[in-house]
């Protein structure tokens, strides 16, 4: 460790005070599955340019989303904290996923600071391209926290305006105003799996990164094609061996990827680009053989398994050609001290991070280092404890019986019992524990009679204490929902003739079935 945090010293005192600081690019999928890429054992091979992108740069084999649904998760890639800490949780059902979905009342507070307003202070441009999930209400959109430009919808793709779904539909931005909706100006076709709006999205990541600007730049590519209901352009579907839309925009995806990479490679520029693909929880099985896939590992988004929360990631620099297999615990939440300290941006001496800097693996993932504990979250209630090969379940649950009836199920064909719950059962003073190592797929609990589980219980058990007594929760923001907040009649919607009547306000506390 301490080999490599001498070469993180090195290398930031040369490059940083030559203005050398690096470009960051961080694609972040949706629901796409640790199983999903042709590296990671996918018996379809369709993921040609994610494959090559992790023989030349770095594949983390281990690492981890803070939440197992989308909202959350995005908060903590671009705050560095959990969810708990930074807001993004519900405390009227304890223990259950919240997210924001356009009748949200709250999204992120003003109090967080986001990686674009860490490295705008020391110079960069930013921009999202994408997704953003984190608040549709206008204050609280990308360019009120930080990013300098916008291209994307503050939502999922959901159809709206339909009998089974009333509202208006999601808006696409650009910058601070409204250019159109989902389905209307922006076409999504559900039946035939059709949408160029994965193109769309392309086209702005390129322009960003084309121009000729010698600043260094923020890159945050978030398509959703990969969420239900999945969608490609025309010369995509049908292509996937897996026969489904989703397999289509696996490799339009990869595609796409594929086309950012090759810009990146051709820029002559004495910046280097560090550029990262993960996603932001695991594949949602709830599709079933419409779904992606989580390879090996046990359930898939909802649930603090391993399906739910590991993710596909690889980082890759385009100059320094750093290679190599990581099985670093890693988190999205390691990206902003990450980029903070690779930038030379100073962070608030106030600020509580969960994350930790990878600059050292980042520049020598070979070299042995030690790895934080990973902490499971499903809502405001701490499910379980990863410490190096060992998952401790204080808590387990998969999917509720009443969901179960109605046909929804997040750990589909599979029954463990005292693991895959369909209660939220509190272990109490005998966690369920695994050797991740040895079972990946969280099939055989240690025995609790071994010595090898009490002295592992001994470490979690003081890991828990630690962790609680300094965990201060945020104010939680996804408690209400009310329809007045819809996006009825978003800023620009005026000048395209697509302003909907705003109804009365009528807030609730949201329900939150798992």
């Not at 708990?84 to 059902?93: A, C, I, V, W």
């Not at 925009?249 to 990869?254: N, P, Q, R, S, W």
């Not at 079933?288 to 739910?308: D, H, R, V, Y």
Request: aromatic share 10%; proline share 7%; net charge neutral.
């Amino acid at each position: 460790w301490q080999v490599s945090l001498c070469g993180v010293i090195i290398w930031l005192e040369c490059c940083l005070a030559k203005d050398q600081q690096p470009n960051f690019i961080i694609m972040n999928m949706d629901d796409l599955g640790w199983g999903d890429l042709g590296v990671m054992g996918h018996p379809a091979k369709e993921t040609p340019n994610l494959d090559r992108m992790a023989s030349e740069g770095i594949l983390f084999t281990e690492f981890y989303t803070s939440a197992a649904i989308c909202s959350p998760s995005r908060a903590s890639l671009l705050t560095g904290r959990l969810p708990l800490r930074n807001g993004f949780y519900q405390s009227t059902y304890p223990g259950r996923n919240a997210y924001t979905p356009q009748n949200i009342v709250g999204g992120i507070a003003d109090s967080e600071v986001l990686i674009p307003e860490v490295l705008g202070k020391v110079g960069y441009r930013s921009k999202l391209v994408g997704k953003w999930h984190l608040g549709h209400q206008e204050k609280f959109l990308p360019l009120k926290h930080g990013f300098q430009e916008w291209f994307g919808a503050p939502n999922c793709h959901f159809q709206y305006d339909v009998k089974w779904r009333p509202g208006p539909n999601i808006p696409v931005y650009n910058n601070e105003e409204m250019v159109g909706r989902y389905y209307e100006e922006f076409a999504i076709n559900i039946n035939s799996g059709v949408s160029n709006y994965t193109q769309e999205l392309l086209k702005h990541s390129l322009e960003f990164i084309n121009r000729n600007d010698t600043s260094p730049y923020f890159l945050y590519w978030a398509p959703d094609s990969t969420h239900a209901p999945s969608y490609s352009s025309e010369k995509f579907v049908g292509r996937s061996l897996r026969s489904s839309y989703y397999g289509d925009a696996v490799m339009e995806l990869d595609w796409a990827v594929g086309q950012i990479l090759e810009l990146v490679r051709s820029k002559e520029s004495p910046r280097d680009t560090l550029v990262i693909f993960t996603s932001d929880n695991g594949a949602a099985l709830v599709s079933k053989q419409k779904a992606g896939s989580n390879g090996p590992l046990l359930c898939g988004k909802q649930t603090t398994f391993e399906g739910g929360m590991r993710t596909p990631t690889i980082a890759w620099w385009a100059r320094k050609g750093v290679q190599g297999v990581s099985h670093h615990l890693g988190s999205h939440m390691d990206f902003l001290p990450t980029m903070a300290e690779l930038a030379g941006a100073a962070l608030p001496s106030s600020l509580i991070l969960d994350g930790h800097s990878l600059s050292s693996v980042l520049l020598s993932p070979t070299q042995q280092s030690s790895s934080p504990p990973v902490f499971y979250y499903r809502g405001n209630i701490l499910y379980a404890v990863r410490w190096e090969h060992y998952k401790a379940h204080l808590w387990t649950w998969t999917t509720p019986v009443e969901e179960l009836a109605r046909g929804i199920d997040h750990c589909p064909g599979v029954d463990i019992e005292n693991v895959t719950t369909t209660d939220m059962r509190n272990h109490g003073d005998r966690p369920v524990v695994f050797h991740l190592g040895r079972d990946p797929g969280e099939r055989f609990p240690l025995g609790q009679g071994s010595k090898e589980y009490r002295t592992v219980l001994r470490k979690i058990d003081d890991i828990v204490e630690e962790h609680t007594k300094n965990m201060v929760p945020g104010q939680a923001q996804l408690e209400w929902c009310d329809p007045a907040v819809m996006n009825w009649a978003p800023r620009g919607c005026q000048k395209i003739g697509k302003c909907q009547k705003i109804p009365p306000s009528n807030p609730k506390k949201c329900f939150w079935p798992h």
